[in-house]
């Protein structure tokens, strides 16, 4: 077994990849990732009891966020990168360790003798990966929180990078990790701590709401183009909105126009962004076509974090990445330092000696019903559901991916009743955005509040809803669940939702292969978490829920 990882929805046989990713990671780079994180489980150990003693963790908290953000999935392929990262871990372990003075003894080599180029990748890893932990349900839980911990790392770098940061965050983030280092703790102490990574998760989506609606206001309802202009063209995919605000910046004037991609289509509904002229608009669709579509752009890509997959020699040329986004061959930008932005003058002198985009559609989308839009249509809701116009609420967020069994979520938005609304956020929208479904009293039947972080907006309208219609609990609400899920960012969302105690949610296109029988069986139970089925059978049962 030269690797094993089963982080995703798309793990082979939904068992695990063992030789090579489907993702296109190779097995040296799982085996650093195992390392990487085993490294943050050090740090983690240390840094929670380093808090105990009232010493500041904040460099702790933000390096295992940076870290794990690196190791979700489609995010990072570059082995130099989690070689420079695991040795600047180690160092920052070492501190800890030294501050506290002491030193745990599984851990891997001080930082002062390790050199990445030398290690045995694979029995180190071995040694320290997923299948170290022997217990099936006991690994189970633990991935669990670690891939909870992933996403949520994702969504509090996002809000970091844009100065927003919570001490008790970061105090949770280690507190956890640290715990999956804990043989003491067993099958029922780590379900309630799966749910404390649900609780952990919905504060970090709060923090990153406040963070890019204070920094670019509160995103509004927005007709999205989704056509092409005749100017040199960059193409920006990935989640963070500071590379988006500073490509606009730079690229003003330039005879360059800018285009989102995938998840950061919502940047479209922000007003800051739709200051810029030259700001076109959307193109493309899903992560997982990325490699058609790049092609067909034209100009130049930056992928500012996951998803990127293996890159083309097509476009190989004017690709670049950033932020915790790498790829082999391709530069990246590098962080910014001294307060001063990022420089993207590479890619935009790149672009300027690219050919205007291939135009594959045309028309517009509308979006941008985040929680801010849904509050204030949130009377107009609940007269529509009181009248009996609308009957139901479909939450159909999460991810997309390439999987053909995801054909169920466009069934599903075609079969619904007129008098059904869908709720969306992250890229599972591209399965039935583009759909013509109509509208309920001006309402369009798709709501689409944003990246996959925004399903806090969901959150947020369902407990207003709770209190215009006078109901007690979550569940009474006409609101089903339908979720896709492919990486740990969904995780974190599902985790989320549990937390919250909602129940009858329905996840596919496969149950996670890290949810042990034993695992699903607790969860199916105090949850009632199912696996989707026939999209026809599954309407009929949300409709008579």
Not at 467 to 496: R, T
Request: some cysteine; charged content about 25%; overall charge negative.
């Amino acid at each position: 077994m030269k690797m094993f990882c089963y982080q995703c929805q798309e793990a082979a046989r939904n068992e695990g990849c063992t030789v090579r990713g489907v993702c296109g990671k190779e097995s040296d780079t799982a085996r650093l990732q195992d390392l990487l994180t085993f490294v943050c489980k050090g740090i983690a150990f240390y840094a929670d009891r380093a808090a105990e003693h009232g010493h500041s963790i904040a460099d702790a908290g933000l390096f295992c966020m940076q870290a794990l953000f690196a190791t979700i999935t489609n995010a990072n392929f570059d082995n130099r990168r989690f070689e420079a990262l695991i040795g600047e871990g180690l160092a920052l372990r070492d501190r800890l360790s030294d501050q506290l003075g002491n030193r745990r003894p599984d851990q891997l080599p001080a930082a002062a003798t390790w050199r990445a180029e030398q290690q045995d990748y694979q029995s180190e890893a071995a040694r320290v990966g997923v299948l170290a932990t022997e217990d099936p349900d006991i690994r189970s839980l633990r991935e669990t929180i670690v891939y909870g911990l992933r996403g949520i790392a994702a969504y509090g770098d996002h809000a970091a990078v844009l100065g927003h940061h919570d001490q008790t965050i970061y105090r949770d983030l280690v507190r956890l990790l640290a715990v999956t280092t804990d043989d003491s703790r067993g099958v029922e102490e780590l379900v309630d701590l799966v749910l404390e990574t649900g609780n952990l998760a919905l504060r970090t989506m709060a923090l990153l709401d406040k963070a890019n609606s204070g920094a670019y206001g509160a995103p509004e309802i927005s007709e999205v183009n989704i056509g092409v202009g005749s100017n040199p063209g960059i193409l920006i995919s990935g989640h963070d909105l500071r590379d988006m605000e500073e490509l606009l910046q730079q690229t003003a004037g330039s005879g360059v126009d800018v285009y989102t991609h995938c998840e950061m289509l919502p940047a479209n509904y922000y007003p800051t962004f739709k200051r810029y002229d030259h700001f076109i608009g959307n193109y493309g669709n899903s992560w997982w076509r990325q490699n058609r579509e790049f092609e067909s752009f034209n100009g130049a890509i930056v992928m500012t974090t996951n998803c990127i997959t293996p890159v083309r020699d097509s476009y190989l040329d004017r690709i670049f990445t950033t932020g915790m986004a790498g790829y082999p061959g391709v530069p990246h930008i590098p962080d910014r330092k001294n307060g001063k932005p990022k420089d993207f003058s590479a890619v935009i002198e790149r672009a300027r000696r690219c050919n205007s985009p291939t135009e594959i559609e045309s028309g517009s989308i509308v979006g941008g019903f985040a929680h801010a839009q849904l509050e204030a249509l949130a009377d107009k809701l609940a007269d529509a559901l009181q009248s009996g116009a609308i009957k139901r609420f479909v939450a159909m967020g999460g991810c997309d991916g390439r999987q053909r069994g995801r054909s169920y979520f466009t069934e599903v938005a075609e079969e619904l009743p007129d008098d059904t609304v869908i709720l969306t956020a992250g890229c599972a929208k591209y399965r039935y955005n583009k759909l013509d479904l109509g509208d309920i009293n001006g309402i369009p039947r798709v709501l689409d509040a944003g990246q996959c972080n925004d399903s806090y907006s969901l959150v947020v309208i369902a407990h207003k809803l709770k209190e215009i219609l006078g109901v007690d609990d979550i569940n009474d609400l006409p609101i089903s669940y339908d979720i896709a899920w492919y990486e740990q960012k969904a995780v974190c969302v599902l985790l989320a939702l549990l937390s919250l105690g909602v129940r009858n949610i329905r996840l596919g296109p496969t149950l996670p292969a890290f949810l042990s029988p034993a695992v699903v069986e607790v969860i199916s139970r105090k949850f009632n978490l199912m696996p989707i089925g026939e999209a026809a059978a599954d309407i009929e049962a949300m409709l008579t829920s």
